[in-house]
């Protein structure tokens, strides 16, 4: 064994007091404060006066025990012994000297417990931290026990901090950042216009859906003549009738020829109307003159019959009861059936303009709420000066119209207006049937179709109705003429103010001469009078 020599053994002791300075604080903080002053005293008195030379002495009695016993050293090189003289212990003497002084100053120096760690030793060596930390950073197994500890060199410590300093740390895994793709970029935008568009368009075909409700609502009411002369301009300042009625143009030539034939019975009051349903044109003589209505007022019930129809207020197979109150003289057969003879409501309806039968006038009035409530309804037409003021037959005449009500009354029916479409084909054929041909209807050619509905007083004749001729013309004709004790002279104007006009929209030679012959042989002419 090799032999050690006092500077190794001085290094041994070093490290051995250094080890148990570093566990005295460990054993210190468990101890109780008072027994900690006490040793702390001691330990100061002795320190100073034995301290120094008990540190000095003992490597020297271990070189002499050492020396005396051969025995081989620890710290010797070889077989060659260890030996130093006493002048090279000076050095190792003054480093004693200073850690004793350092080792006192620290001890005299008021303690403050120290803060305790979770993890670490409290050491004021520098090792152990670093042993710590090399084992947390790389799993390193735990380090030796005290007395291996004394073998361990500071160059083993120190070469293995730097490993554990050095350990790289772990590396964050980073978010991959996402690539653009134009696909999928424009597909979203294909998606969100597909989307944009759907909903606009519903929007719009709701609102086009009301839109055709309300605008539907109002042609129904408001369907006139200028419908059907959208293409014909209409001048500046040219009248208008009410609601549907439009004139255009003044066909002057035909006015002259009609004015020539009035001009020749002055004893004679005339109100005419005629428009044409193609163009616009017209001739208007005094067709505001509010004159006896006579059976042309039967033609506004016979609408507002139908118009109840549509409404559901009542059926055309409902039985209507005469009473005593409806019988009516003048024309008709239904005066001469006995009281509480039942009718159907289309039949009254029918024989009220095929025969003018005026008990089914009086039956239908007060079926469809009297007089008042027809007179509202006329004015609500737009008929200002349509009128019922008694029952019929009227025979003082009060119950009044125009010529201009009766035409604006039949062009709302022609556009279909007032009525549904199926009642107003009922009602044009019901007064197809009008069984009195002899005033505007013997004034027509062959092949001419009349809906009109003839009234006969003894102070007024009167006609209304609605031609279409083969040559595909259409136009509507209202002739009320006011007269003096069942002049006939009346009826004559009627029927040549119907011819004149015929023949202006015709324009055919052979029916012209076919009507004029008509007229001089005095073919379907019916002399038959009191209607009413």
């Known amino acids: 064994m090799a032999q050690r020599s006092p500077r190794h053994l001085s290094l041994i002791s070093s490290s051995n007091s250094g080890s148990r300075s570093r566990e005295s604080p460990a054993r210190s903080r468990s101890q109780p404060p008072a027994s900690r002053r006490r040793r702390r005293s001691r330990r100061n008195a002795s320190s100073e006066s034995q301290g120094f030379f008990k540190g000095l002495m003992n490597p020297l009695a271990r070189f002499k025990s050492s020396k005396s016993t051969n025995a081989p050293s620890r710290f010797s090189s070889g077989n060659v012994p260890l030996s130093r003289s006493p002048e090279s212990l000076e050095p190792l003497v003054s480093q004693l000297r200073q850690q004793q002084q350092t080792r006192s100053r620290q001890q005299q120096r008021p303690k403050t417990p120290p803060k305790r760690k979770r993890g670490r030793q409290s050491s004021s060596s520098p090792l152990p931290p670093l042993v710590v930390s090399n084992r947390r950073n790389q799993k390193l197994p735990s380090p030796p026990s005290n007395r291996q500890t004394i073998g361990i060199t500071p160059t083993s410590v120190v070469t293995s901090a730097p490993s554990a300093l050095s350990s790289r740390p772990p590396r964050v895994a980073k978010r991959p950042k996402r690539r653009f793709s134009p696909m999928i970029y424009g597909a979203r935008l294909l998606i969100l216009g597909i989307g944009i568009g759907v909903i606009s368009g519903t929007v719009l075909s709701i609102l086009s859906s009301l839109g055709r409700l309300g605008s539907s609502a109002a042609s129904t009411a408001n369907l006139g003549l200028e419908a059907q002369l959208e293409a014909t301009p209409t001048p500046v300042g040219v009248e208008t009738l009410p609601l549907s009625v439009q004139l255009n143009q003044e066909l002057k030539s035909l006015q002259q020829q009609i004015l020539g034939l009035t001009r020749e019975n002055t004893d004679l009051t005339p109100g005419i109307l005629l428009v044409d349903l193609d163009t616009g044109g017209y001739v208007d003589i005094n067709s505001e003159s509010a004159l006896p209505a006579a059976s042309t007022i039967k033609v506004p019930i016979l609408v507002a019959f139908f118009q109840a129809v549509d409404e559901g207020k009542i059926s055309l197979d409902e039985v209507l009861t005469m009473e005593d109150e409806h019988i009516a003289g003048g024309s008709g057969d239904m ?147 006011e007269r003096n004790d069942e002049d006939s002279a009346a009826e004559s104007l009627i029927r040549n103010i119907s011819q004149t006009v015929y023949e202006s929209f015709n324009r055919s030679p052979t029916t012209e001469t076919e009507s004029t012959d008509k007229v001089e042989d005095g073919e379907n002419l019916d002399g038959t009078e009191g209607e009413e």
Do not use: C
């Open 335 to 481: 005066q001469y059936q006995p009281s509480g003879t039942e009718y159907t409501a289309l039949e009254t309806a029918t024989k009220m303009i095929v025969i003018s039968d005026n008990t089914a006038t009086n039956m239908l009035i007060e079926r469809l709420g009297g007089a008042e409530f027809l007179n509202q309804k006329f004015l609500d037409w737009g008929l200002k000066n349509t009128v019922i003021r008694d029952v019929l037959p009227d025979l003082r005449g009060t119950n009044k119209t125009t010529a201009r009500d009766l035409v604006n009354l039949l062009t709302q029916l022609n556009q279909g207006g007032l009525v549904s479409m199926k009642s107003r084909d009922r009602i044009f054929r019901i007064m197809e049937e009008t069984e009195n041909n002899t005033l505007l209807a013997s004034g027509l050619g062959r092949g001419a179709v009349i809906a009109h509905k003839t009234g006969n007083l003894k102070s007024v004749s009167a006609d209304v109705g609605l031609i279409d001729l083969p040559n595909g013309k259409r136009y509507l004709l209202a002739v009320i003429v």
